[in-house]
Structures are given as structure tokens and as C-alpha cells.
């Protein structure tokens, strides 16, 4: 760190290059500074200000009422609904519910003008908003817990969309165009793309799991802007100014795209250049973040309070009708995976990715609680029968999960249960669930009898691990085989000599043989580990 | 054609002595015998079938002795800024020119449900902005006097009032467009609290000052008219349901307060002179002369002209040339293809009038925080108005200071305009300053919109007003009601009504 001794003027800029080659250079050498604004779709059956129905996929136009085309003298009216929604992502994300003016909230006007933007202003929440001063918990990229600060949420319009694909003209569409949004502000408190992307995703499965919205990116019912400032670590002279990236298309996208912008920053920064105020966008395809527009030609929005719409005031009463639908939010739901179940924070973020098997995840766990481990019923789970039904393409994992309840017996616990019991191999039950997946309707138990996967009950180890003994005694030769391919230097040894003598064991003890205990065996036996 | 009033006329219909098509057939006369008087910038005179159906099925409730309400069958306008279904709505501007709603506004729609004829829409300042209706395409002609200005906004409402087309008048007040042309045309103009009638479909100016208000030939049928188009709408966030105490039957004890501020250097003689005259009938007849004051009221019109243009330059930015009204071939163009941002310059530099991109200037410069926190002054009027909301209402609750308890007024009494009605060859002429004059004018008016609060126009004396030889117009006064008690100004504006005409 000699180099920042000397005076700007003698660094080089090919010197500077070397330093922020990647992202993880530039992390080294730059505090990273980032913070959100999330707009999602609010998951309501009509608009915020009218009575159209919220569907900006039906047919162009359809959906769209006089308020939402601003014919003259149409005013707002506000969906109730909206407020209940938003009030529960306000509890949600502990926030103060604008407790300083009394529970009041109102709606002000936000002017631009613009072919989506029928009225010539938004209709938004600026000086009273539902919410100011929540956090998020996550588990961030070292597995520990930790918060994000949210500075307010407020409830807002959607635009139309615009179509520019006739001959020199351009269509709207006013579907979309009124639709509430809740619009989600966090302070820059985040410092590592990784914890970016897991904030994002956090949200996204809180916004979700509460039904407040579908908030899926890549339709557009979550959008997602990143604002990305960069500080040299040792050097207080090297800094950018805040550069906002504009609508990313999905968690996926979050990482990259800051770890391109940042590479961008700094490579900027290290030559003595100035990063401006900018928003810009981030191009998947060539991964680089692309000038959208300078920050001095933002417009002057003159907000206005809505003079059409009254002041709301925010009840005792809706604030627990709020709570009881919160009770609890997928961070707290992962902690208790974590704390009382035992699972990994990675397995249980896993649970939370398959939002559709969730609640049959946690009232299995809690039916087989104490009679079988939670690791287990996390293993079939989301690793057998997810891994089998993404294996044969079967995309639908509710219905699949749910074909495995035949006449009020779950195939799937049953066969957990044979297994807790010692009455069926690991190995063999996986073969009963592929079974089910493909289609069987049998239980678990008459599959696996069928396909003799029983245990005998009066066989014991004693005399699994004399059958064993006894083909190792007749096979000298691939036992020799095994030995040698043990002894060589290859780096990846031959699995054949091995899995000759377990299939060997196996013919004879069937059902009572458990392929993983008889590979354990053969391989403490002849190599001693 | 003498005014036989609704009241009366309702009468008539029930005892069957007069017929709905009738009445209506001897509008339409009027109507087409008067349209050198530019009252409506639409009337149905061009299409009378379906009104003379109506009309006729009005007759048959009637005739069965089960009318819909007193306005059945009843001759009524709008101002071009209510939407009225099938019937262009422009809001006298070119920038909505040819512009039909497919839906009424609510005015319309209760009407209409009440069995009322709507004949055709008045002509109006562009927009609502203006005093003395001079901003309209057609300027409407006062029939007293045609050299006198009938005021503004709602200039051809007033018009079409005193002449019979029509036996009463929607408007729109904004700052005094009910009750300024109603002064200048001799009728009585009803300006409601704010959230009474409701605003939805009616074309918007400056959203938290603009009511619908009712013109008409005596209170009675502003009366009739309110009870019919009275109370909530879901489609207005604004719109409330009151309720009142009982109405008074006589003056005996009515508290009467006259604010000291009322009386301004600018007031010539003639309204002292008139003011005296109400006052001392009405402490004839038993009703009791407070003093009071106001003090914020002499700050009311800068308020008043910090916060429309502000609400007005927001509530016209939807006129894009988009969706409806001026559109792009009306529009001409040089290249083929325009952009968005010179597309919706163009249309709003032909569509909007001088007046209205003087205030949308205004308004926006208002808003504005560029440079300056210009916004704070918007803010800051906000809070002022507030301020003056808690003072006018304490005069009608009573105040305890430390002269004592005070106790409340039921209504105030002030003259409803400062000077004399101008002449429309003097403001052509530019001897009267047409905007200053404008403003000026206001002061009577504006301070019941600032804080919402019910205000009645009277005549002093009956006005034949197409057979008039001396040309002149009545003499007029207010009476300012507490927010919310509509009807008991109503009541007490007919009581005092009739006291100062008998005198």
C-alpha cells in the first residue's frame, strides 16, 4: 500500500489497471456501498385508485377504466385493500407506521410527463408514507445474522406500458397503468454483491410468503434499482459519486451486474478519473452497465399533496388485523429451521426456494417430530424427490408431492417411517420414491415387499457381515484388483472392483443388504479405512 | 315567458295543469329565441326527440300520480365542465374539443334520476378560470344590461338562468364562479360546502376549492335542486354526508355577524349604503347584529392565488392530446414523425387559451424547487389556510377569549362583490385591468372556498330581466354559512329573502 503514499500524479494508469481486474480485487481495495429500491406489484384483485381489475395480462385495454385513462373530471378512490396490503409489509419490515402524525397517511402527486402516465403525474406517498424506519433480517453470506434498515415504503401508481413496435407509431397499454405498487426504499447498508443478492431475495421471499405479492422479477412484478457507491479503503481521496442501475431482470442478475459496475468504478477511480452522478443500466448479454442518463437532467418532479384524496388514518383496529396475517416471516422461519431443527442455513434457504412444498415440509416435520430426524425428512425431500422429479422433468412439484397421499396414507412418510424402523435400506427406499414419482399406486410398503426390499427381521449384522466375509473369501481376485486399484497414483480410481462386490453381497442378502453398509464394509475390511 | 319556479311549477304538474312537454317545448323556444344571449355552447335543440320523450314519460308520472321527485320533468343546464353523457364536454377549451363522455358526472346522473331534462351546456371561463366569462369561445350576454360583464366563470349558467333556458343552472365555484355571475345576472347562486355535492365528472380547476353550486331564479329551487343532488358519492374521496339540526322558522334570535374585516377602503358607498339597508331590516325582525372578526381573512387571495394555480397546472397536465380531445392531425405538423415531448407541446400551446397557461405558468412555478424551495410557499399557504379554516368556524362554534365567552353566528352578512359590475367595453379597452380586476373582485367570494364553507348570493329586489328599460341590475349581498349547515343557510336565506324584498 506504498503506492498511496505518493502523490496522484505519479500513478500510472496501467499500474491502476492491475489492481482492479476483478471484483474481488476491487472489494480489497474499495468499500463497497450499496442500498435498494424495490417496486413490486401489490397482490390485490383491483387498482389502487380504481375499481379495474389488477390483470396487465389480459387483453390490451381491457382492463383499464375511465379513472385509469385520466378521462377528464374521473377521481381517485382509494382501495381499502391496498392499505391492508401495504400496512402488512409495513409490520412486516418493523416499521414505524407513520406513528408521528398519528397514524395519518396521504397521497401526494408526483408531475412528469409521459406517454405511460396518463394523469401527467404519479400518484405517491412522499411526505406521509406508510412506513419509515423498518429493517430485514437475513443470513448473510458468512451465515450469520444480520438487518438491513429500511427507510420507507410507500404506496404508489403503476404506468402503462408503452409498445414501439408499429410503423412509426407507438402504442399504450393502460392495463398495467394504475395498478398498486408498494415502492420499498433500504439505506445503503450493504457492503458485498453476495449480501445484495441475498437481501434482494429475502425480500422478495417475505414479499411472498406474507402474499403481498407475487414479486416475480422477470415479469415485472418486482423491480429491482441498486444504488452503488465505491470509497477506497486506505485512500479517503479515491471515491465515486452513486451510481443508481435501473430495473435489474432478476436476483440472478444482482451480483453481476454490481460486480460489473464496481470493476467499472474503480477502474475509473484508479486512473484519477471521476465517477459521476448516473443512472444507468445493466446489459446481461454483454454484462456491463450501460448510460441511461445523468442525475442533472433529472426532471423537477413539484410535488403536490393529492388535493382529490383525503388524509387516511391507520386504526388500531387494522394494525392487528394486519399482525394476525404476520405472524411470523420466512427469516424468523429459517431461524427455527436452523436453531430448532438443526438444519444448515443453506438447507433451509433451500426449503424457502421451493415455496410451493413448504407448508408440507414443515407439518411433516413436525408430525414425525422426535421419530425422525429433521435431516432426513430434508434429504427425501429436497434432495430425493426434488432431484428425481427434476431428473424426469416433472416441474410440478405440488402435484407430485401431492400424489404421494393415497387414501389418506402419505407414501412418503410411510416409507421414511420403514426406514427409521430398519425395515428398508436407504438405498432401497430411494428406489420405492422413484417408484411413487413414476406413478405406482401401491403404499410404500407393498412396493417394496413386491420388489423384496424387506429386511429379514431375524437377520442380524452378524450374519450380513458373514455373507460378506464369505464373498470376499471366493472373489480373491477382484479383491486383489481393489487392492492394486488403491495402491496407483490415478487420481480417480476405478469404482468397478468395489461395486463388483457389493453386487455381489447384495444378490445374496437382497432386502437386508444395504448397498451403502456392505461398500463401508468390504472397503474397511480389505483397505483398512 | 314569465319564471314560474320549480316549486310552483312542480305544483302545477301534479295538479296537472301544466304538462313536462310543455315546459319543455317553451325552453327550447327560448332557448332558440335567445341564442344572441350565448348561454350554451350545446343545447339540445338540434336533437329535442329524446329530451320530448322523456318530458313524456314525466308527463305519465304525472298522470299516475307518481313523480320521481320535485325535479321531475324539470328544464335544467350544466356548465360545459360537468360531463353530461352524449353531450359534448369541453370545459370551454379547444384542448378538449369534441369531447364526449361516454358517462355522467354524478350532478347529472341524480338529476337525471330525479326525472330532470337537461337541455344543453352553459358556456364558461376556459377551464373555470376567469371572472367575467370574457375566456370562452362564445361570450355570453348579460340581459340586463349587455354593456355589464355577467361574470365568471359560470357567466353562461347565470345567463341562461335569468332568461328561462333552463329553470335552474349547474355551475361550477372555484373562487366565486356561482355567486359572482349570479350577482352580475341578478339570480341566486348557491356555492355548498366542499364535499357536499360531489365532484366526480366534473372537470377539474383547482381540486380542493371547486363545488358544483346551483344557480336559480329563488331559493326554493336551489332547495329542491340540493336535497336531490345532496350527500356522499363513492366516486369522490372528498364527498361527505351531513346531517343538520332542525331548521329555523323565524329570524327572532338568529345571531347575524358582520366581521370587521368586511368593511375595506375599497368598498364604494352604495354597497355601506345597501348593507345598512339588510342590517336594519334584519334587526327589525327580531335577529341580532354581532360584530366579529377574522383576522386572517385579509390574507385570503394571496392563499387563494398561491394554491390554484399550483392544483390547476397539476390537474390539467392529463390533457396530452393522447387519449382524448385535440389530437395529432388536428395538429399541424411538418415532418411526419414527432416526438412525445414536441408532440404534447404543440398540442398544449394550440389547446389551452392565454389565461390558462398564465395560471399553469404560475402554477408550476409555485411547485417548483429547481432553484429554490419555491414549494415551501405552497406549504406555507396550506398552513395558512388551515389556520383561517379554525377561525371561521370558531365565529360559528363561539370562542372563549378573555372578554368572555363569545357565543356563535349563525351566518355572516357581507356584500358578494367589492365595486360595481364592470362593463365589457372597459376591459376590452383595458381601462379596467381585467387579471388585477379579476382577483380584486374576489375578495368576498374567495374565503368560503378557502375553507369550504357554504355561501348564498340574494338579489335585493325582483329583476325583470329581458324587459327591463333602466338596465340595471339589482342590488346583491352574501350570506356566508357554517361548513356542513347547507340547508339552515338555505332556511335562513329564504326567511331573510323574503323580509328584504317585502321591504
New interface residues.
Given amino acids: 500500500m506504498f503506492l498511496t503514499k505518493f502523490p496522484k500524479k505519479y500513478r500510472g494508469p496501467m499500474l491502476a489497471r492491475a489492481f482492479t481486474r476483478t471484483p474481488e480485487q476491487v472489494l480489497k481495495n474499495y468499500k463497497l456501498t450499496t442500498g435498494f429500491e424495490i417496486h413490486c406489484q401489490m397482490l390485490t384483485e383491483t387498482k389502487l385508485f380504481s375499481n379495474a381489475p389488477t390483470k396487465s395480462n389480459d387483453l390490451s385495454n381491457s382492463c383499464a377504466s375511465f379513472v385509469d385513462v385520466a378521462l377528464p373530471g374521473m377521481l381517485p378512490v382509494l382501495n381499502k385493500e391496498c392499505l391492508k396490503v401495504a400496512l402488512k409489509a409495513s409490520l412486516a419490515l418493523k416499521g414505524d407506521i407513520n406513528k408521528k402524525d398519528g397514524y395519518e397517511i396521504r397521497f401526494d402527486r408526483k408531475h412528469y410527463f409521459y406517454p405511460d402516465m396518463p394523469q401527467g403525474y404519479q400518484i405517491t406517498q412522499k411526505e406521509h408514507p406508510i412506513m419509515e424506519n423498518g429493517y430485514l433480517r437475513f443470513y448473510n453470506r458468512l451465515k450469520k445474522e444480520d438487518k438491513i434498515g429500511i427507510e420507507r415504503i410507500q404506496i404508489e401508481q403503476d404506468s402503462a406500458k408503452s409498445f414501439h413496435d408499429f410503423h412509426n407509431y407507438s402504442g399504450i397499454d393502460y392495463n398495467r397503468a394504475g395498478s398498486a405498487l408498494l415502492e420499498i426504499v433500504t439505506f445503503p447498508e450493504i457492503h458485498h454483491p453476495i449480501d445484495a443478492r441475498i437481501v434482494v431475495r429475502e425480500l422478495q421471499e417475505t414479499l411472498k410468503y406474507l402474499n403481498i405479492s407475487t414479486a416475480n422479477m422477470e415479469e415485472g412484478q418486482m423491480r429491482c434499482d441498486v444504488n452503488i457507491s465505491l470509497r477506497h479503503r486506505f485512500d479517503s481521496e479515491k471515491f465515486g459519486n452513486r451510481v443508481e442501475l435501473k430495473n435489474l431482470q432478476g436476483i440472478k442478475f444482482i451480483e453481476k451486474a454490481i460486480e460489473s459496475e464496481i470493476v467499472r468504478q474503480a477502474t475509473i477511480i484508479d486512473s484519477g478519473g471521476y465517477v459521476p452522478l448516473q443512472t444507468r443500466r445493466y446489459d446481461v448479454d454483454k454484462n456491463e452497465t450501460i448510460l441511461l442518463r445523468e442525475k442533472e437532467d433529472d426532471l423537477d418532479y413539484r410535488f403536490m399533496y393529492d388535493p382529490d384524496l383525503p388524509s387516511y388514518f391507520i386504526t388500531p383496529e387494522m394494525i392487528s388485523e394486519a399482525e394476525e396475517q404476520i405472524s411470523s416471516v420466512p427469516f424468523d422461519e429459517k431461524k427455527k429451521l436452523s436453531d430448532k431443527f438443526g438444519l444448515t442455513v443453506d438447507q433451509a434457504q433451500t426449503v424457502f426456494s421451493y415455496p410451493e412444498l413448504y407448508d408440507y415440509f414443515m407439518e411433516t416435520l413436525i408430525q414425525l417430530n422426535e421419530i425422525v430426524d429433521p435431516q432426513l425428512v430434508y434429504n427425501y425431500i429436497f434432495s430425493i424427490f426434488i432431484g428425481n422429479c427434476t431428473k424426469k422433468n416433472l416441474t410440478n412439484f405440488k402435484f407430485k408431492i401431492d400424489q404421494c397421499k393415497t387414501k389418506g396414507n402419505d407414501r412418503l412418510i410411510e416409507l421414511m417411517l420403514l426406514q427409521v424402523e430398519d425395515k428398508i435400506s436407504f438405498s432401497h427406499a430411494k428406489m420405492v420414491l422413484y417408484e411413487i414419482i413414476d406413478g405406482d399406486k401401491r403404499s410404500s410398503f407393498n412396493i417394496a415387499k413386491d420388489s423384496g426390499f424387506i429386511k429379514n427381521e431375524n437377520t442380524s449384522i452378524e450374519d450380513i457381515n458373514a455373507v460378506i466375509d464369505k464373498i470376499l473369501e471366493e472373489k480373491q481376485d477382484i479383491v486383489e484388483k481393489l487392492r492394486a486399484e488403491n495402491r496407483s497414483n490415478k487420481r480417480k480410481k476405478k469404482l468397478g472392483p468395489i461395486m463388483f462386490l457389493v453386487g455381489q453381497a447384495m444378490r445374496v442378502l437382497k432386502a437386508d443388504g444395504d448397498p451403502q453398509y456392505v461398500q463401508e464394509y468390504i472397503r474397511k475390511k480389505v483397505l483398512g479405512k | 315567458m314569465n319564471s314560474i319556479g320549480i316549486k310552483r311549477c312542480s305544483k302545477a304538474y301534479n295538479s296537472l295543469a301544466v304538462s313536462p312537454v310543455q315546459v319543455l317545448q317553451d325552453t327550447l323556444t327560448a332557448i332558440k329565441d335567445l341564442r344572441h344571449l350565448n348561454a350554451f355552447s350545446y343545447d339540445i335543440t338540434s336533437d329535442e326527440e329524446e329530451a320530448l320523450e322523456l318530458a313524456a314519460q314525466s308527463e305519465k308520472r304525472y298522470k299516475q300520480g307518481n313523480p320521481l321527485s320535485p325535479l321531475d320533468g324539470v328544464p335544467i343546464s350544466f356548465k360545459d365542465?360537468?360531463?353530461v353523457k352524449n353531450m359534448p364536454?369541453t370545459?370551454g377549451s379547444k384542448i378538449?374539443r369534441d369531447?364526449v363522455?361516454?358517462?355522467d358526472?354524478t350532478m347529472a346522473q341524480r338529476c337525471r334520476e330525479a326525472g330532470a331534462i337537461i337541455v344543453g351546456k352553459t358556456n364558461m371561463d376556459e377551464f373555470g378560470m376567469g371572472s367575467f366569462t370574457l375566456y370562452s369561445e362564445k361570450v355570453p350576454v348579460n340581459p340586463i344590461n349587455e354593456d355589464l360583464v355577467v361574470g365568471g366563470s359560470s357567466g353562461g349558467a347565470a345567463v341562461a338562468t335569468a332568461t328561462n333556458q333552463g329553470m335552474a343552472a349547474f355551475g361550477t365555484d372555484t373562487g366565486g364562479s356561482v355567486t359572482f355571475p349570479a350577482n352580475c345576472c341578478s339570480v341566486y347562486g348557491f356555492k355548498p360546502s366542499y364535499g357536499r355535492l360531489s365532484?366526480?365528472?366534473?372537470?377539474?380547476y383547482?381540486?380542493?376549492n371547486d363545488s358544483p353550486g346551483i344557480l336559480a331564479q329563488n331559493i326554493d329551487d336551489i332547495s329542491s335542486i340540493f336535497q336531490v343532488v345532496d350527500g356522499e358519492d363513492?366516486?369522490?374521496?372528498?364527498s361527505l354526508s351531513f346531517t343538520e339540526p332542525e331548521l329555523r322558522t323565524s329570524l327572532k334570535g338568529v345571531r347575524v355577524g358582520i366581521a370587521e374585516e368586511f368593511n375595506i377602503e375599497e368598498l364604494p358607498q352604495e354597497r355601506i349604503d345597501e348593507q345598512r339597508k339588510v342590517i336594519d331590516i334584519l334587526q327589525d325582525h327580531g335577529a341580532e347584529i354581532v360584530e366579529v372578526s377574522i383576522p386572517l381573512l385579509k390574507q385570503i387571495l394571496p392563499i387563494y392565488y398561491t394554491i390554484i394555480p399550483?392544483?390547476a397546472?397539476?390537474n390539467?397536465?392529463?390533457?396530452?392530446g393522447?387519449?382524448?380531445g385535440l389530437q395529432h392531425s388536428t395538429v399541424s405538423s411538418k415532418d411526419?414523425?414527432v416526438d412525445?415531448?414536441e408532440y404534447?407541446q404543440r398540442i398544449r400551446t394550440e389547446g389551452f387559451g392565454i389565461n390558462v397557461k398564465r395560471r399553469i405558468a404560475l402554477g408550476?412555478f409555485v411547485?417548483?424547487?429547481?432553484d429554490v424551495d419555491f414549494?415551501e410557499m405552497?406549504i406555507k399557504a396550506?398552513k395558512v389556510r388551515r389556520l383561517f379554516c379554525e377561525q371561521y368556524n370558531d365565529i360559528f362554534e363561539g370562542i372563549e377569549s378573555s372578554k368572555g365567552l363569545q357565543k356563535g353566528v349563525d351566518i355572516l352578512l357581507s356584500p358578494n362583490a367589492v365595486g360595481d359590475i364592470p362593463k365589457v367595453s372597459s376591459i376590452r379597452s383595458g381601462e379596467i385591468d381585467a387579471i388585477i380586476g379579476e382577483y380584486s373582485q374576489d375578495y368576498y367570494t374567495v374565503p368560503s372556498n378557502v375553507c369550504g364553507a357554504p355561501a348564498l348570493c340574494l338579489p335585493m329586489a325582483d329583476v325583470d330581466h329581458l324587459s327591463q328599460s333602466e338596465k340595471k341590475p339589482a342590488a346583491m349581498y352574501k350570506l356566508w354559512g357554517k361548513y356542513g349547515m347547507d340547508r339552515s343557510l338555505l332556511q335562513i336565506g329564504k326567511l331573510i329573502d323574503k323580509i328584504v324584498k317585502n321591504s
Avoid at chain 2, 199 to 204: A, E, T
Avoid at chain 2, 234 to 238: E, L, Q, T, V
Avoid at chain 2, 316 to 320: A, H, M, P, V
Wanted: no cysteine.
Fill in positions: 365542465n360537468f360531463l364536454s370545459a378538449l369531447f363522455p361516454p358517462i358526472s365532484r366526480h365528472g366534473v372537470i377539474l383547482s381540486s380542493s363513492i366516486k369522490d374521496s372528498n399550483a392544483e397546472a397539476s390539467l397536465s392529463r390533457y396530452d393522447l387519449k382524448y411526419s414523425k412525445y415531448q404534447i408550476n411547485l417548483s424547487t429547481q414549494n405552497y396550506q
